[in-house]
C-alpha cells in the first residue's frame, strides 16, 4: 500500500502541487506562530541586577489569594480543595528598614546590603528624557547597592550629596561626561544634580533592559519617597551551605521573600524588567489565527484534492479494491507528501517568528528586548499537526469518495456519493448556536470582546463549511440568471463552487471582521478622549511627567479655573478569589469649572472615593456606597467606598483614585496630563512655572499611543491572516482548474473557441466571487454588529465603508485574477484539445 501510495504520488505530482503547497504553509505558520508563543511564555529578563548576590530578600512583588473548595463525597466526608492565584504588581514593596541587621546577625551570612530602586526621569543636556540601552527605563539606586550587580567605575569618583553616578549605556546616550549636569525628576519632585562618576558592569556598558543611575545614600530617601529598602542583597560567607542559609535568612525575613539562583531576578523593581503579559495574549492570538486559517484550508484543499480523483478511485473499485483499502491509501499519501512539505515548512517558520517578532518590537507592542527561540520541539510538534491534519481531511474525504460505485469508472465524469447532510447540518447547527451563545452571552464590550469577536467568527465559519455545498447552492440559484451558461454549470458543480468559495469565505469574513472592529475601538477610544478632554482649554504635559505637587501649583496659577491632573497606574481588584489587575488614573479635581468630563452615570465624585467603570461596576455587581478592596502598585491593600460610576473608560482605565494615594503608592507616581480650564494670557504664566511645559488645545490633542499601538498590531496579524488565506485562494483555484482540462478540452473539440473558454472560466470566476463575498458579508455583518451594538449600543454593519470596500474590492480582484489565469494558461497550450 505505501509503494502504490508512493507511485499515485509520482504519477500525479501536479494534481499534489496544491495539498504539498496549502501544508508547507501550514506548517510555517504554526512553527512561526509556535515559535513566537514559546518564546515569550519561557522569555526571561535579560539580565540580573542581583548577580554577584549569593540570595536576595524583597517585599511583595505580587498579590496571591487563596480560594477553599469543600467538596463532599458519598461515604459522607468531605475534601477541601485549595486554589492560590497570583498577580504580579507594576511596582515594588518595601521591607522594614531593620530586617537588614537581622539578616546581618544570620549566621553564614558575610554581609548584607541594602537596595532601594525606584524609576526616575532623566533630562540631558537639552532637556529631553534620557533612556537605557533599547529605550529602557532609568532606574535609581543608592551608590551602596553598586556592588550587588557589581558596577566598577570607569571614570570619576563615588557620588556625594547633590550628586549621582550614571552608567556607561546612559552616558553615551547624551554624551555625558563627568561634571555635567542632569534633572531628575521623581514623584518627590524635581532636581538638579551633577555628575560624579561613570559605572559599568563588568564585561560591559550597562544592563540591557535598565538604565542605571546611582545617587549618594542619604539622597535616596529624599529623592525616591520610599520608607525602605525594596531590597537586600546577602552574600554568603565562603563554604557556607546555600539551603540552610536560605532556610536561616527566610526565618529572619518573616513575610519577606527570598529569593536564590535564577530566581533573584524576581527581586528586581517590576517596572525594570520587560512586560510580557501583554505580548502572551498577542501571540496566543496569531497563534489561534494562525491554526485555524491553516486547519480550515488544508483541510479544504486536501478535500478538493480527493474529488479531482473521483474517475481514479473509479477505477481501482473495478479491479478489486476495497474502501478500506482505498482509504489507507489516500491516508499513506497524504502523510508523505505533509512529510515532505514540513521539511522546507518548518525553517521558514523560523524566518516568519523572527519577521513577525521584528515588526511588532518597532510596533511597541513587544519589549526590544524579545528574541525569538528556536527550539526543535516545538518545530517537530507543527510539522506533526501539519501532517496530521492532511492526514484527518484525506481520510474524511474518502470516507465519501471510496463508496463511489465500480460502474462510475466506464462514464465521463465519475462523482461521489451524496450523503451526510445529517451529519452536516447538525454539525453546522452547533457552530452557530455556539455562535449565537458568543454573541449573545459574552460581554463583548469588555476585555475579552476582541477575542470573542473572532471565536464566533470561527464558530461561524466552520458553519458554513459544514453547510458550503448546500449555502452555495442556494446562492448559486439566485445569482447564476446573472451569468448565462456559466451560472448552469454552477448549478450542476455547485459542489466544486464551494470548494472555491469557502475560502473565499475565510479571507473576507476573518480578515474584515478583526480590521473593522479593532478600527471600530480605535474610533471610539478617539471619541471618548475628546468628549472627556472636552471642557478643558488645553491639555498641559511636560516630557517624562510632573510631580503631584507641581501639578497642585500649576492649578494655583491666577487665571485658572479648573484643573485635573491624571496620574496612570494599575490596580488589583479580587473577583472570585482571583486578583485582576486592572488599568487606573489617580485623579486631583481643583477649581470651580470641570476640566473633566467621565460622562457620570451614578453618584458624584468624591476626593477620598473610587470610581468605577460601568464596564467593571457591572461586572463586580458594585453599587454607590460599596466598600471596595483593593491592591496598589507597590501591594499596598487599602479599602474606599465607591462614590462615582462612569461612562468614558475607554484609553482611560477602569477606576479612579485620590491622586495623593496612587503618588504615595506607585512608585513613579508623576501626573501624565492635567487637563486646564483658563481665561486668556494664561499660558505665559503656566510656562513660565514649569520649564519644557507643553501647552497643546484640547481640540489638538493626539489620541492615546497605546490604542495606535494595538491598533498596529491588529493590523499586522490581519496582514498575517490575510497572505495566508490569499494564497490559498489562489492555490484552491489553480487546483479546481487543474482538474477542469479534460473538460476544456472537450469544448475545444466540439468548436469551443480559446476566447470563449476565457469568457466561461471569467464568468464562472465572477459568479464564485459573488457567492463568497455574499457570504463572507453575512458572516462579518453578525459579528461585526453584535460586537459594535456591544459597545456603544449603535448597531453598524460596515464601520468603515473605506475599510470594507477595499477589503471587498481586494478579495473580488484576486478572485477573478485566481480564476481566470489558471484557465488562460491551459487554454493556450496548443495540445489542450488532444488531453483526452
Not at 143 to 167: F, H, N
Not at 254 to 269: E, I
Not at 303 to 316: G, I, K, N, P, W
Amino acid at each position: 500500500m505505501m509503494r502504490l501510495a508512493i507511485g499515485s504520488l509520482r504519477r500525479h505530482l501536479g494534481a499534489y502541487t496544491g495539498t504539498f503547497v496549502a501544508a508547507f504553509l501550514a506548517v510555517a505558520l504554526l512553527a512561526g506562530g509556535g515559535l513566537l508563543l514559546f518564546s515569550v511564555l519561557t522569555a526571561t529578563p535579560p539580565a540580573d541586577r542581583f548577580a554577584a548576590t549569593t540570595l536576595v530578600v524583597s517585599g511583595e512583588r505580587a498579590i496571591s489569594l487563596e480560594t477553599a473548595t469543600v467538596k463532599k463525597k458519598k461515604e459522607g466526608k468531605s475534601k477541601t480543595k485549595r486554589k492560590v492565584k497570583s498577580e504580579r504588581l507594576t511596582g515594588a514593596g518595601t521591607v522594614p528598614v531593620d530586617l537588614t541587621g537581622k539578616i546581618a546577625s544570620v549566621p553564614g551570612v558575610a554581609r548584607v546590603v541594602a537596595d532601594t530602586a525606584f524609576p526616575v526621569q532623566v533630562a540631558g543636556r537639552d532637556g529631553r528624557p534620557l533612556r537605557g540601552t533599547d529605550d529602557a527605563p532609568v532606574i535609581g539606586h543608592g551608590w551602596a547597592s553598586a556592588v550587588l550587580t557589581p558596577y566598577a567605575m570607569k571614570s570619576g569618583r563615588a557620588p556625594g550629596r547633590g550628586e549621582v553616578v550614571i552608567d556607561a549605556d546612559l552616558a553615551a546616550t547624551d554624551g555625558l561626561t563627568v561634571g555635567g549636569e542632569l534633572r531628575l525628576t521623581t514623584r518627590t519632585g524635581a532636581r538638579t544634580v551633577r555628575v560624579s562618576g561613570i559605572a559599568a558592569p563588568e564585561g560591559r556598558d550597562g544592563l540591557p533592559a535598565q538604565g542605571a543611575l546611582f545617587l549618594h545614600d542619604s539622597d535616596v530617601a529624599a529623592v525616591s519617597g520610599l520608607a525602605g529598602p525594596t531590597a537586600i542583597g546577602v552574600f554568603g560567607a565562603p563554604g557556607a551551605d546555600l539551603a540552610a542559609l536560605r532556610r536561616q535568612v527566610r526565618a529572619a525575613a518573616g513575610d519577606a521573600d527570598v529569593y536564590t539562583g535564577a530566581d533573584r531576578v524576581r527581586a528586581d523593581l517590576p517596572g525594570a524588567l520587560p512586560d510580557y503579559i501583554g505580548p502572551i495574549s498577542i501571540f496566543g492570538f496569531v497563534i489561534g489565527i494562525t491554526a485555524f486559517a491553516a486547519v480550515f484550508v488544508l483541510t479544504g484543499t486536501v478535500t478538493l484534492s480527493v474529488r479531482q480523483r473521483l474517475r481514479e478511485l473509479a477505477l481501482l473499485r473495478t479491479v478489486g479494491a476495497t474502501p478500506k483499502q482505498l482509504r489507507r491509501m489516500l491516508g499513506l499519501e497524504s502523510v508523505v507528501l505533509a512529510a515532505v512539505a514540513a521539511v522546507p515548512g518548518a525553517p521558514l517558520g523560523v524566518l516568519f517568528a523572527q519577521a513577525v517578532a521584528a515588526r511588532f518590537q518597532t510596533l511597541g507592542a513587544v519589549p526590544a528586548q524579545f528574541t525569538v527561540r528556536i527550539n526543535v520541539p516545538v518545530l517537530l510538534l507543527a510539522a506533526l499537526a501539519g501532517v496530521l491534519v492532511t492526514f484527518v481531511g484525506a481520510r474524511t474525504a474518502a470516507r465519501r469518495a471510496v463508496r463511489i460505485a465500480p460502474t462510475q469508472a466506464l462514464t465521463e465524469t465519475a462523482t461521489a456519493p451524496t450523503g451526510g447532510v445529517v451529519i452536516r447540518t447538525l454539525a453546522a447547527l452547533t457552530a452557530a448556536a455556539g455562535a449565537v451563545a458568543v454573541l449573545t452571552f459574552v460581554p463583548l464590550d469588555g476585555p475579552l470582546g476582541m477575542g470573542m469577536s473572532f471565536v464566533s467568527s470561527v464558530l461561524l465559519l466552520c458553519a458554513v463549511a459544514a453547510l458550503g455545498p448546500i449555502l452555495v447552492r442556494l446562492v448559486t440559484l439566485v445569482v447564476s440568471r446573472l451569468f448565462g451558461l456559466a451560472g448552469l454549470i454552477a448549478r450542476v458543480e455547485h459542489r466544486r463552487v464551494a470548494a472555491v468559495a469557502v475560502p473565499l469565505v475565510l479571507m473576507f469574513a476573518i480578515n474584515a471582521t478583526m480590521l473593522l472592529n479593532s478600527d471600530l475601538l480605535g474610533r471610539l477610544t478617539a471619541q471618548e478622549q475628546v468628549a472627556r478632554n472636552a471642557p478643558a482649554t488645553a491639555q498641559l504635559t511636560v516630557a517624562g511627567g510632573l510631580p503631584l505637587a507641581t501639578a497642585q501649583r500649576l492649578a494655583t496659577v491666577p487665571g485658572v479655573t479648573g484643573a485635573a491632573a491624571v496620574l496612570p497606574t494599575r490596580v488589583i481588584v479580587e473577583q472570585g478569589g482571583k486578583p485582576e489587575d486592572y488599568a487606573a488614573q489617580g485623579l486631583l479635581v481643583t477649581g470651580s469649572d470641570p476640566a473633566l468630563d467621565l460622562d457620570v452615570r451614578a453618584g458624584a465624585p468624591a476626593a477620598d472615593g473610587l470610581a468605577a467603570s460601568e464596564l467593571l461596576a457591572r461586572q463586580y455587581g458594585w453599587r454607590v456606597g460599596d466598600v471596595v478592596p483593593l491592591w496598589l502598585p507597590d501591594g499596598h491593600r487599602t479599602e474606599l467606598r465607591l462614590s462615582m460610576v462612569y461612562a468614558r473608560a475607554r484609553g482611560f482605565g477602569d477606576l479612579v483614585l485620590p491622586a495623593g494615594l496612587v503618588a504615595a503608592h506607585d512608585p513613579r507616581g508623576l501626573v501624565s496630563s492635567i487637563g486646564m480650564r483658563y481665561s486668556a494670557g494664561t499660558d505665559e504664566r503656566l510656562r513660565a512655572e514649569v520649564s519644557g511645559l507643553r501647552i497643546t488645545p484640547t481640540a489638538a490633542a493626539a489620541a492615546p499611543g497605546d490604542a495606535a499601538n494595538q491598533q498596529g498590531a491588529w493590523e499586522l496579524m490581519v496582514l498575517i491572516s490575510l497572505g495566508f488565506t490569499a494564497i490559498a485562494v489562489i492555490n484552491t483555484f489553480a487546483i479546481a482548474a487543474t482538474a477542469r482540462r479534460r473538460e476544456y478540452s472537450d469544448l475545444r473539440l466540439v468548436g469551443a473557441t480559446a476566447r470563449q473558454l476565457h469568457r466561461l472560466a471569467t464568468a464562472e470566476a465572477a459568479l464564485t466571487v459573488l457567492v463568497g463575498l455574499l457570504l463572507g458579508a453575512t458572516v462579518t455583518g453578525i459579528v461585526v454588529g453584535a460586537f459594535s451594538t456591544a459597545q456603544d449600543g449603535v448597531l453598524r454593519l460596515i464601520v468603515d465603508p473605506g475599510t470594507y470596500a477595499a477589503m471587498a474590492g481586494g478579495v473580488a480582484l484576486l478572485g477573478l485574477l485566481a480564476g481566470a489565469l489558471p484557465t488562460r494558461l491551459m487554454v493556450r497550450r496548443r495540445g489542450l484539445a488532444l488531453d483526452i
